[in-house]
């Protein structure tokens, strides 16, 4: 994370002013310059209780918050849509049918089973991921004709995570985690307007 750039700070389940002193004052070093400062934890650690924002979530429930998060990034649009049209997967279109990619084999005969498509929103056609000057949908629901004649309803794969965010809203996930929706929207919408911001973390036994 680079600490000395950033306006707004995500620690989630770390605690550097126990475990690395020296990020710790970093952290504080950014903090007494005027970042903000969001805190995943159960505990009242001293950086939580000087945040601006504690999501003091249930143990064990972190995934459901994060997908309520995703759900106002995506619902209120707070994300970066053009950098997730180029460098992400996000408008790769995935088969209803299956749940696998679409790839140009499945499209025409000449087609790589290693080659995806989004759709492009100005040609209302399928395209190769890697092709110049396309305009690829982040949502939505495309019929494509496939090779064989079968006609077959295609999303990208944000849409696919929309929906799947959708189930885990603020106002549900706070039945699970007991983060309040408003403190989980005011936190979203802190860390995706206060850029450039970061996000720290500690994986544990895995690390």
Same mark, same amino acid.
């Given at each position: 994370?680079?600490? #000395?750039?950033?306006?707004?700070?995500?620690?989630?389940?770390?605690?550097?002013?126990? +475990?690395?002193?020296?990020?710790?004052?970093?952290?504080?070093?950014?903090?007494?310059?005027?970042?903000?400062?969001?805190?995943?934890?159960?505990?009242?650690?001293?950086? &939580? *209780?000087?945040? #601006?924002?504690?999501?003091?979530?249930?143990?064990?429930?972190? *995934?459901?918050? &994060?997908?309520?998060?995703?759900?106002?990034?995506?619902?209120?649009?707070?994300?970066?849509?053009?950098? +997730?049209?180029?460098?992400?997967?996000?408008?790769?279109?995935?088969?209803?049918?299956?749940?696998?990619?679409?790839?140009?084999?499945?499209?025409?005969?000449? *087609?790589?089973? #290693?080659?995806?498509?989004?759709? #492009?929103?100005?040609?209302?056609?399928?395209?190769?991921?890697?092709?110049?000057?396309?305009?690829?949908? !982040?949502?939505?629901?495309? &019929?494509?004709?496939? !090779?064989?004649?079968? +006609?077959?309803?295609?999303?990208?794969?944000?849409?696919?995570?929309?929906?799947?965010?959708?189930?885990?809203?603020?106002?549900?996930?706070?039945?699970?985690?007991?983060?309040?929706?408003?403190?989980?929207?005011?936190?979203?919408?802190?860390?995706?307007?206060?850029?450039?911001?970061?996000?720290? +973390?500690?994986?544990?036994?895995?690390?």
């Amino acid at each position: 994370p680079d600490f #000395d750039q950033t306006r707004c700070i995500l620690l989630w389940g770390i605690n550097p002013t126990a +475990t690395s002193p020296a990020q710790a004052v970093r952290v504080n070093r950014a903090l007494n310059r005027g970042a903000k400062l969001i805190v995943v934890d159960p505990r009242k650690t001293t950086l &939580a *209780g000087n945040a #601006d924002y504690w999501l003091r979530v249930c143990p064990g429930t972190d *995934g459901e918050l &994060a997908m309520a998060m995703v759900d106002v990034l995506l619902a209120e649009k707070l994300f970066d849509a053009e950098f +997730t049209r180029k460098w992400t997967n996000a408008p790769y279109l995935v088969r209803n049918d299956t749940g696998h990619l679409l790839s140009e084999a499945d499209f025409r005969d000449d *087609g790589r089973v #290693d080659t995806w498509l989004v759709w #492009d929103e100005h040609k209302k056609f399928p395209v190769n991921c890697a092709a110049g000057g396309v305009s690829p949908a !982040l949502f939505g629901s495309f &019929a494509v004709r496939l !090779l064989n004649g079968k +006609t077959i309803q295609c999303r990208p794969a944000l849409q696919l995570l929309k929906e799947a965010a959708a189930e885990f809203t603020p106002e549900i996930s706070e039945n699970i985690t007991t983060v309040p929706a408003a403190e989980v929207r005011k936190a979203v919408r802190l860390f995706a307007t206060e850029r450039p911001s970061c996000y720290c +973390t500690w994986v544990g036994l895995e690390q």
